[in-house]
């Protein structure tokens, strides 16, 4: 038995659990599901110990296992935070910074914004990471995050830029083919982009008292900025960030009020890396171009 297996080992083997599945934690730790089913057994071998039960669903983790689990849990958290102290007591305005944000924001706000940082930041590299999941902060997955809810953590240092209004919104194209709804009856008559598997929309729509079903959205994905394409390919009427709507040609919000809750919009990060000096001038300069865009200003920050 090697007693002392390696810590990539017991990385991968906590992503697993943590997870549920092979393919999710190497999601997660940008690795192959075949690598990462080479450290499982490496760190079986090396301990001498089975830890999965295998099957054609995939990896279960035994009882050994889940005993150890909470312990390197712990091993890992504690890594995390030294990682962070570290990160924190840097003093360089160079190095990289690591930001997330939803899929809509990376792709279709923060280019603009993040052209004007590297302008203004030319030696600090730029992580960015599209995802629609809560990258952990705690766990130094992430330096900087977008989110679209209040980080409660008293660890994280969290700023409330603003919020931005949901509105219907179809393409000139699509309103010159089937007409302009003037009325709430009328817009479920006309075709909708959705959701697949999410039924919140839905939802909504009945609470304003409208029986409306998976039929009323004949175009339908749970991927956010393909749905975004679709509505600017004059597929239907979609819902979408006021402010992107105004900026894109050919796209025209319908004046029609829905009482769509807005998109609220933070911006977080670890309280000991805002003592970073390249953290903290990434954190601000991604603020003021945030607080420009909800604001409907221009997005790049200026130079100065």
Known sequence: MNSNPDWTLW????AVIAEGSLSAAARQLGLSQPTLGRHIEALEAALDLPLFERSLTGLKPNATALKLYGSVDRARSALAEAAI????AQNETSGTVRLTASTMISNYVLPDILAGIRRLHPNIAIESVPTDSAENLLMREADIAVRMFRPTQLELVTRHLGDIPL???AHESYLARRGTPSTLNQL???DLLGFDRSDAVIRHARSLGFEVTRDNFPVRSDDQPHLWELLRAGLGIGF???NLARLTPGLVVLPLDL???PLTIWLTTHRELFTSHRIRAIYEAVAEGLTAYIKGDPISPPLR
């Open 11 to 14: 990385r991968s083997f906590a």
């Open 85 to 88: 102290l570290a990160a924190g």
């Open 167 to 169: 509105v219907p919104v």
């Open 188 to 190: 479920w008559e006309h």
């Open 240 to 242: 979408a960030q006021l």
């Open 259 to 261: 009482a769509i809750p």
